[in-house]
């Protein structure tokens, strides 16, 4: 793999990310309760869920879901439903008042770092969308005439970091974000906007097509 193609990827896996989903406000949630460093685990979670999916891609189960709409349908619906779940959870949840140091854990009741990466996990590998990105994405940047697994490894380290680093960034915004609105409105606004948020992403993942991938 040169280093134009890497530059890239880099580019093009960076603007994938850093777009708003359901690990973006999945993060921007549990800073706000838990702090920011302690949502490391959430990324964790989150990360470990995507080395699972490019592994699932790379051993063919990519190419299997493409190709059998029973078995991508029955994915995507399961996920959505978590996901909708998830947000009606997070817009029922009693307002927690962030510290104002983000690395702190908030005042209140916390989750335990266990709770924290299985949800960061299971929100990671609910989106099959995910799963069929991995197997488009990652051909277009791989050489037949190189090592196929060392390219693998290269685009899967480079996936990861630049994830992690994006998904802590969110992480601050979101703590930043929940306690500029304590000091302007309610302070469950932002249990609001972010549940609201999971709640339409999992509609639309539950209305999503294979063909408009």
């Known amino acids: 793999m040169s280093l134009q193609t890497w530059i890239a990827y880099a580019t093009l896996v960076f603007v994938v990310i850093i777009a708003p989903g359901p ?17 490391l685990f959430t990324i964790a979670g989150l990360l470990l869920s995507s080395l699972a999916l490019i592994g699932l891609s790379a051993a063919g189960l990519g190419a299997a879901l493409a190709a059998s709409g029973t078995l991508f349908t029955t994915i995507k619906l399961v996920g959505a439903a978590y996901l909708v779940y998830l947000g009606i959870q997070i817009w ?25 990466l299985r949800t960061g996990f299971l929100v990671g590998v609910s989106n099959p969308k995910d799963l069929l990105f991995f197997g488009a994405l990652f051909p277009q940047f ?66 999503f097509r294979r063909s408009s991938s």
């Open 92 to 116: 029922r949840s009693p307002p927690v008042r962030a510290k104002q140091d983000p690395t702190h854990v908030a005042d209140g009741s916390h989750s335990r770092p266990f709770q924290l």
């Open 142 to 207: 791989m050489s037949p005439d190189a090592d196929a697994w060392r390219q693998l490894v290269v685009l899967t380290a480079t996936w990861v970091v630049i994830a992690g680093v994006l998904m802590f960034c969110y992480a601050v915004a979101g703590f930043r974000m929940a306690v500029a609105l304590e000091r302007l409105g309610p302070r469950n606004l932002f249990n609001r906007i972010t549940g609201g948020a999971l709640v339409a992403i999992g509609a639309s993942l539950a209305l």
């Open 23 to 39: 690990a973006a406000a999945l993060c921007m949630t549990h800073a706000s309760t838990n702090g920011s460093l302690r949502t």
